[in-house]
């Protein structure tokens, strides 16, 4: 896949890269092992003085990196702006609170005894070189919710983003260049996906994460275990949104429309199985079919669009090849399930999309729809919407409405998923962690696990 800036609304090629050479990869990671050494032993307020720099950078910086956002993958520029916000937030938090979740630890007075020692305690210390291998769906919030605890707890990252996002990459680098942070604390790598192997079996380099697909996460996996090096892995997604007979049926429909159509539908964490019970089922897809029918397709850079072109024809395709087989074995569309008439051909547009009659036999029953097309399921039960639920070779995230107390702590206490969200859809923030479990992915992001998982967790034992 070439390095390039190809408009997803029109397909038009913009700027295409060369790809770092063999002796420019060399380079960087001799760069980046020289930084590490000395960045390791800079102190928190250090380091938070930088991010809360960048953070600064970012927010002048929004609306100009919204529309390279917007240009690159298609999303909405409304939303661009909000994914540049979140970002800046996230510095922020971790800036204010990186010293507090990675404190020494100081076991009972008891147990210190216990062991025979004087003193001891837990002591966390940075890692070194982490490998960080991108998305292009959401390209600064996925790198900055890596960046920005990888950073504060004293390691160097190096980013190999996406090949159709490289001047949002490129402007990460500057930003964190601008920022203060010392040369190679943070380098991006325009590099194809057939080079990330010989980065992460250099020995320079000690860890690795992934979000992306399942199969680029084997292979990332697979590696970093032939060299035994930690990884942390957030994959696909295809969460349940389970609406059950207490829940505010109106309120819980028109977040279902947000909640499938964000980002152009194109969100691990997006809810894409739309569970019912059968008791306010009708209620439910009437307001729901209607909600998506409403959604403007259009130019991602008018303010007023909400749902933008996928961010590449391949994508379309694939999305194309999960309905028209839905379809031939049985599915009923209820709306969309076309390229819209007004860019038949021009970009790579789909429109909001609500099927239903779904059966085990398809492969949009266990496949991850990337796009703004929901699965519609009528349930008779609880105990029918958890199973339906859990019938899925992924565990993101999860969404259930209901107001009892009962059933709130049977779906948290039995849904296969890293995530619960009662009343609300899924979303990601710096203070709660994030990642799934099945083909999802392993580890955890964001919040102190998120900043621990490229950490050494030292033991620090004094005897007499």
Partial sequence: MPIATVNPANGETLKTYDALTDEEIKHRLLLAAGTFRTYRTTTFFERARL?????DLLDADRDDIARVMTTEMGKPVVAARAEAAKCAKAMRWYAEHAQELLADEHPSARDVEDSGAVSAHVRYRPLGIVLAVMPWNFPLWQVVRFAAPALMA?????????????????????????????????????????????????????????????????SVASIAGDEVKKTVLELGGSDPFVVLPSADVAKAAKVAVTARAQNNGQSCIAAKRFIVHTDVYDEFAELFVSGMRALRVGDPMDESTDVGPLASEQGRADLEEL????????????????????????????EPTVITDITQDMRIHREETFGPVATLYRVGDLDEAVALANDSPFGLSSNVWTHDAAEIDRFARDIEAGGVYVNGMTASHPAFPFGGIKRSGYGRELSAHGIREFCNITTVWVGA
């Fill in 51 to 55: 991010l809360q720099t960048a953070a």
């Fill in 154 to 218: 004293g390691n160097v990252g190096l980013l190999k983003h996406a090949s159709n996002v490289p001047q949002t990459a490129l402007y990460l680098q500057d930003l964190f260049r601008r920022a203060g942070f010392p040369d190679g604390c943070f380098q991006t790598l325009l590099i194809g996906s057939r080079a990330v192997e010989g980065v992460l079996r250099d020995e320079r380099v000690v860890a690795a994460t992934l979000t992306g697909s399942e199969p680029a996460g084997r």
């Fill in 323 to 350: 309905v028209d087989d839905a379809v031939e074995c049985g599915a009923t569309v209820l709306c969309g399930g076309q390229r819209p008439e007004a860019y038949a051909k021009s970009g790579w547009y789909y």
